[in-house]
C-alpha cells in the first residue's frame, strides 16, 4: 500500500470515528435533554399552580435555557475558561429551584403577616352574627395575595363538601408554617370543643402579632451578621475578578491550569462553609 493510500486510509477512518462521535454526543445531548425537559415542565407546572400563576411550563423551559446558553457564553467570553463556563451552566441549570424556593419563602412570610388582621377580620364578622363560611367569604373579597387565593382555595374545598377540619389540613400542608399550624389547631380544637371560634380567633391573632414583632427585633439586631455573610462571600470573588483586569498574565494560571481549577474549587467549599455557618449562627427560632 502507497504512502498516499495509507493517508487516504486513515483520514477516512478518522471522519467515520468523528462522525460516530458527533452521532453519540448528538444522541446522548438529545434524550438528556428531554428527560431534563420533562422533569422541569413537571416541577414547574406544580410550583406556578401553587403560586396560582398561568404560564406555560414549556415557555419558563425555553427561558432557563436560553439562560443556561446565554450565562455560558457570557462567562467564556469574560473568562476565556471553558470550565467556567460549564460550571456557569450547572449553576444556571439550578437556579431555578433556588427561585422558587426563595419565592415560596417569600410567599408564606407574607402570608403570616397577613394572618393576625385576617382572623381579627374573620372574628369581627362572626361576632357580628354572620356564620364561619359568610365570613370567610367576606375576607376573601378584601384580602390581597397570597391570604386571599389561600383563603379563596379553603372557601371552594368547603362549597364542594370538604370538611372544615380536611380544609384546615389542606391549608396547613400548602403553607407549612408555626403560625399557620397554630391557626390550624385552635380552629379545629375550637369547633371540637363547641367553643367560642371568634374568641379563639382573637386570642390566636393575639399570639400571633406577639410572635411577628418578635421575629421582627431578631431579625433587625441579626442584619449586622447577615451583611457580613455576604461581604465574607463576595469580596474573594469581587477581588478575582479585579485582579483579573489588572493582572491578567498573573491570573491566567488560576483560570487556565488543574493547579488553578482545584484552587478555586478549594476556594467555592471554603465560602460555602463560612457562609452555611454564619447563617446558622444568626438563625434564631422563635
Do not use: C
Not at 390581597?144 to 389542606?170: C, H, K, Y
Amino acid at each position: 500500500m502507497t504512502p498516499a493510500m495509507t493517508v487516504t486510509v486513515l483520514s477516512v477512518v478518522i471522519a467515520l470515528a468523528a462522525g460516530m462521535l458527533a452521532w453519540l454526543a448528538i444522541e446522548v445531548g438529545s434524550g438528556t435533554l428531554k428527560r431534563y425537559k420533562s422533569s422541569f415542565t413537571e416541577r414547574a407546572q406544580f410550583r406556578v399552580r401553587e403560586f396560582f400563576l398561568f404560564i406555560d411550563p414549556r415557555q419558563l423551559f425555553m427561558l432557563n435555557v436560553g439562560a443556561m446558553l446565554a450565562g455560558a457564553l457570557l462567562t467564556w467570553l469574560v473568562t476565556g475558561s471553558v470550565l467556567l463556563a460549564l460550571v456557569a451552566v450547572a449553576a444556571l441549570t439550578f437556579a431555578p429551584r433556588l427561585l422558587y424556593a426563595r419565592m415560596r419563602v417569600r410567599r408564606m412570610r407574607n402570608f403570616e403577616l397577613q394572618l393576625p388582621d385576617a382572623l381579627m377580620m374573620l372574628a369581627g364578622g362572626m361576632r357580628a352574627g354572620a356564620g364561619f363560611s359568610s365570613a370567610l367569604a367576606q375576607l376573601v373579597q378584601e384580602a390581597p395575595a397570597p391570604l386571599g387565593q389561600e383563603f379563596s382555595l379553603m372557601l371552594r374545598e368547603q362549597r364542594i363538601g370538604v370538611t372544615l377540619e380536611q380544609s384546615l389540613n389542606n391549608l396547613a400542608h400548602r403553607m407549612p408554617t408555626q403560625t399557620t399550624i397554630l391557626v390550624v389547631s385552635a380552629m379545629r380544637i375550637a369547633a371540637e370543643t363547641g367553643g367560642g371560634l371568634a374568641e379563639a380567633l382573637e386570642r390566636t391573632a393575639g399570639t400571633i402579632r406577639s410572635r411577628l414583632q418578635m421575629e421582627g427585633k431578631i431579625r433587625a439586631l441579626t442584619a449586622q451578621g447577615k451583611l457580613q455573610a455576604w461581604v465574607v462571600g463576595l469580596l474573594p470573588v469581587l477581588l478575582a475578578l479585579v485582579l483579573a483586569k489588572l493582572e491578567p498574565a498573573a491570573m491566567d494560571l488560576l483560570w487556565h491550569s488543574r493547579i488553578g481549577w482545584a484552587t478555586l474549587a478549594v476556594l467555592f467549599v471554603l465560602e460555602a462553609m463560612g457562609v452555611y455557618v454564619i447563617r446558622k449562627i444568626i438563625a434564631i427560632d422563635v
